[in-house]
């Protein structure tokens, strides 16, 4: 099946995003043995030259692993038609072990990437390079992980057999099945409700209080991203079992795949992409804060962070408007007073 | 934010400004660029085009066909037959069907001759599709002789043409009475070619299918849904060769975008010198080396995209065409719906802009980088 256009364009990119990690390693270990900011040699000179270069690398490598976690589910809900028993991504997904391994991990690498990013913006920010060799040895840590993710994707795409029939999103997230999305679905909906809003909401005013303590505050900052992973976690257990029965107009259709089918107007990136964004820039407040102490960037981290609290507090309530209003036009009650 | 829009939007200007400074080499550059997306979008275009129509074709085929094997070699269904498979539960209809090829040597092409079931033709008449019209220059109330298998002259008067609508599917079609397709290719009499169920829920299909491979040893259901995703998965499968076919033109691209983007011309240099000696900072310079990149790839895409439209809803993809459609002397002639689907924008933005980029990124962190006092001094 490798010869399907959108299987190519992927393998492509994650071609092009290991290729570029794999070039920046040995530079990496060259900024982690070499680098001294005071020194005023060519080699260092050079070494500061090459770190723009492997910013703007990194941030395409980023921003190609968000489009690509997007080609991907979009790709597999077009291939649906060709297996067996499979009616929305979930069935293609299925078609073999590597397939949700694969989505978690690109979705994985996604957000390492970002908090990678934020730590990239305040190092470049401040004059003297402060976090230079932290960043470098993360981004040694960050490439077997994209190569791993990038293994696993191949490994499921060289693996997918059309005779191989598959399960549909019906049998795996119904309510008897022992799968922890199974269990997530089975969520009762009116305790799921309560969990979405109060986490989002929980997740909303520790972004609030931490901007308004000015971005300082080593609690605030790790209680935000604390809340941010599990906001997403939550948003995701509230989309299985209760917004997308709002959305499918059906009591036990639990899906979180389908309602990014044209049939559904492709209501889910609407809901998704806020949710993405809202929680890589929570999970970069708790990346940055660590270095919140240092000399040169006591200026810097604040403000960022400040920055990034406001972007979290507002892409979450976006999701929570979103769903809100997916609710709101729906026609069914699932819910009695 | 305003400020950083400003300050994205100044950039934009002074890239403009830059880009049209230098006009026939970014207009070389967009013109192998636009070529490109063009080639791919009208691969991606024309193939998803054709299984949108094979699958409008084959929704009102019927759900099974029942072929019986001899020797693992399709045979006829013998007298008898279809009465055995009378009891499945979820058939609706059952029809014996009488079809096969006949080769014409006038035209050197296959002809499939077929029994409609309603509105067969009187004795002697045939209902000819449009491409067979066309071929043997016939009208209706001609006469034509076919020489059958057996060696004899059968005269046949054309009641009627098949509208163009079907010609997918009707091109090469002739439609005779139930006596003279028996008569023409010496059928013997209770037997027929295939049989065609029609099954109302889609979900008992397989199941039909089931039964009948259990009730019948010697019968091969073939479903539907089977032929859609083969078709699905064939139409698909040319298509990812062509665009493995074409890679080495996306790599020919990269190589130029980057020689392109390297070889920096001495104003050029000096402008970027002059850029960074006022006060301008190399992440600036990445900012608008990007946003150039951005406009071309932008513009190329826009225009490469509305070419292969163009190309393959108003010019019946003539380039591309024959390997994707595949290749019959009387091959139909038909007019694609124009649909344009989400995935094939997104995978083409993927084959195209994601190599332009990335071929770009180390050639623009070298511009970047240029020390103002060395090159002003140079």
């Not at chain 1, 990678?116 to 470098?136: E, F, G, Q």
């Not at chain 1, 999103?169 to 999305?181: I, N, R, V, W, Y």
């Not at chain 2, 059952?94 to 001759?113: P, Q, S």
């Amino acid at each position: 099946m490798l010869f399907q256009p959108a299987i190519i364009a992927l393998l492509l990119a994650s071609a092009l995003c290991v290729l570029a990690l794999a070039a920046s390693a040995p530079f990496a270990v060259e900024v982690i043995r070499r680098w001294d900011i005071r020194s005023g040699s060519e080699r260092q000179l050079q070494l500061e030259r090459r770190t723009y270069l492997f910013s703007t690398l990194l941030s395409f490598v980023l921003l190609l692993q968000l489009a690509a976690v997007l080609l991907f589910v979009f790709n597999a809900e077009k291939m649906s038609g060709m297996f067996v028993g499979a009616m929305c991504a979930v069935g293609t997904l299925n078609v073999n072990a590597f397939g949700f391994p694969a989505l978690n991990a690109k979705i994985a690498v996604f957000f390492l990437a970002a908090m990678w990013l934020a730590i990239n913006h305040v190092d470049s920010c401040a004059r003297d390079y402060p976090l230079v060799r932290i960043k470098y040895a993360l981004l040694l840590v960050l490439a077997p992980l994209l190569a791993g993710s990038a293994w696993v994707e191949l490994q499921y795409f060289l693996d997918l057999k059309a005779d191989v029939i598959t399960s549909c999103c019906g049998s795996l997230f119904s309510e008897g099945s022992p799968t922890l999305a199974a269990e997530a679905s089975s969520l009762k909906p009116l305790p799921a409700i309560w969990l979405f809003y109060a986490t989002l909401g929980t997740t909303i005013a520790l972004a609030a209080w931490h901007g308004w303590r000015g971005g300082r505050g080593n609690v605030s900052a790790y209680a935000l991203a604390t809340a941010s992973a599990l906001a997403f976690a939550a948003t995701i257990a509230g989309i299985l079992s209760f917004v997308s029965l709002y959305v499918y107009e059906h009591p036990n259709h639990h899906c979180p795949f389908c309602i990014l089918k044209p049939e559904y107007g492709y209501q889910g990136y609407l809901l998704y992409l806020p949710l993405f964004v809202a929680t890589a820039a929570g999970l970069a407040v708790g990346a940055v804060q660590p270095f919140a102490g240092r000399e040169s960037l006591r200026g810097i981290v604040p403000a960022f962070s400040r920055h990034l609290a406001a972007v979290a507090a507002n892409a979450f309530a976006l999701t929570a408007a979103i769903a809100t209003a997916m609710i709101w036009q729906s026609r069914l009650i699932l819910l009695e007073n | 934010m305003k400020l950083w829009l400003a300050r994205q939007r100044y950039l934009i200007d002074f890239t403009l400004a830059s880009l049209a400074r230098r006009k026939t080499r970014n207009l070389g550059l967009l013109f192998v660029y636009t070529v490109l997306v063009f080639m791919l979008a009208s691969v991606t275009l024309y193939s998803h085009a054709l299984r949108q129509e094979a699958a409008r074709v084959l929704a009102n085929s019927p759900e099974v066909i029942v072929q019986r094997m001899v020797a693992g070699r399709h045979d006829l269904i013998p007298p008898g037959y279809i009465e055995k498979i009378g009891r499945i539960r979820g058939v609706q209809t059952r029809e014996a069907r009488l079809w096969g090829y006949y080769y014409d040597a006038v035209t050197k092409a296959n002809y499939t001759f077929m029994v409609p079931a309603q509105g067969a033709p009187a004795g002697g008449e045939i209902i000819v599709g449009p491409a067979l019209e066309r071929s043997r220059g016939l009208a209706k109330n001609n006469g034509i002789s076919f020489r059958s298998y057996s060696g004899k002259l059968h005269t046949f008067v054309v009641a009627d043409v098949l509208p163009q609508a079907s010609e997918l599917v009707s091109a090469d079609l002739v439609l005779m009475s139930d006596e003279s397709f028996r008569a023409f290719f010496d059928y013997p009499a209770g037997h027929y070619t295939d049989i065609a169920l029609s099954v109302a829920n889609p979900l008992e299909v397989r199941n039909v299918a089931l039964k009948l491979a259990a009730a019948l040893p010697d019968a091969r259901p073939i479903l539907r849904e089977e032929v859609l995703r083969t078709y699905a998965s064939i139409f698909d499968w040319r298509e990812g060769i062509v665009l493995a076919l074409l890679s080495a033109a996306i790599l020919a691209f990269g190589i130029l975008a980057w020689d392109k983007a390297s070889g920096l011309s001495a104003e050029e240099k000096r402008e970027i010198g002059i850029l960074k000696a006022i006060g301008w900072e190399t992440g600036d310079v990445i900012s608008m080396k990007f946003w150039e990149g951005l406009l071309v790839s932008l513009t190329a895409f826009l225009l490469g995209f509305v070419a292969a439209y163009a190309h393959v809803f108003h010019f019946a993809a003539s380039l591309f065409g024959p390997v994707l459609k595949g290749w019959a002397v009387l091959y139909p002639r038909f007019q694609l719906t124009p649909q344009i689907d989400g995935l094939q924008v997104a995978t083409l933005f993927f084959f195209t802009v994601v190599p332009y980029a990335a071929a770009v990124l180390v050639p623009i962190w070298k511009a970047a980088i240029t020390d103002p006092d060395s090159v002003m001094r140079g």
